[in-house]
């Protein structure tokens, strides 16, 4: 199995970054779409807009948020799927997954890698 990893999709791009995928759910701020270099925009996977909205990057609700995410990545079907296709992706090659957040700790990434690996 390849690596699985995660970054922020505003560090800069590398040459082993493998399958780049977008895992969130708006388009981020100032970065254009073909400057990302992306292989895929999988925003289906992102957390429910209520729920972002509820967690609202706030390190205190992050245990709560990681919970009720999990539930979505185990109970509805898209996110099944997406996380199947990303699963067989990693078999075959790196998988970096970005996202936008500034916190590096306090974001959905974590909670799809950990759920990924």
């Given at each position: 199995?390849?690596?699985?990893?995660?970054?922020?999709i505003?560090?800069?791009?590398?040459?082993?970054d493998?399958?780049?995928v977008l895992?969130?759910?708006?388009?981020p701020?100032?970065i254009?779409?073909?400057?990302?270099r992306l292989?895929?925009?999988?925003?289906?996977?992102?957390?429910?807009?209520?729920?972002?909205k509820?967690?609202?990057h706030?390190?205190?609700l992050f245990?709560?948020?990681?919970?009720?995410?999990?539930?979505?990545?185990?109970?509805d079907?898209e996110?099944?799927?997406?996380?199947?296709?990303?699963?067989s992706?990693?078999?075959?090659?790196?998988?970096?997954?970005l996202?936008?957040?500034?916190d590096?700790?306090?974001?959905?990434?974590?909670?799809l890698?950990?759920e990924?690996?």
């Open positions: 199995m390849a690596e699985i990893i995660i970054k922020r505003y560090d800069p791009i590398e040459v082993d493998g399958y780049r895992i969130d759910r708006l388009w701020r100032g254009k779409k073909e400057d990302a292989s895929a925009w999988e925003k289906e996977i992102a957390p429910s807009s209520e729920l972002r509820a967690f609202n706030k390190p205190e245990s709560e948020f990681r919970v009720k995410y999990l539930i979505e990545l185990r109970t079907t996110k099944i799927r997406k996380l199947e296709k990303l699963r992706i990693s078999e075959e090659k790196k998988v970096t997954l996202y936008a957040a500034k590096p700790i306090y974001n959905h990434a974590r909670i890698l950990e990924l690996n």
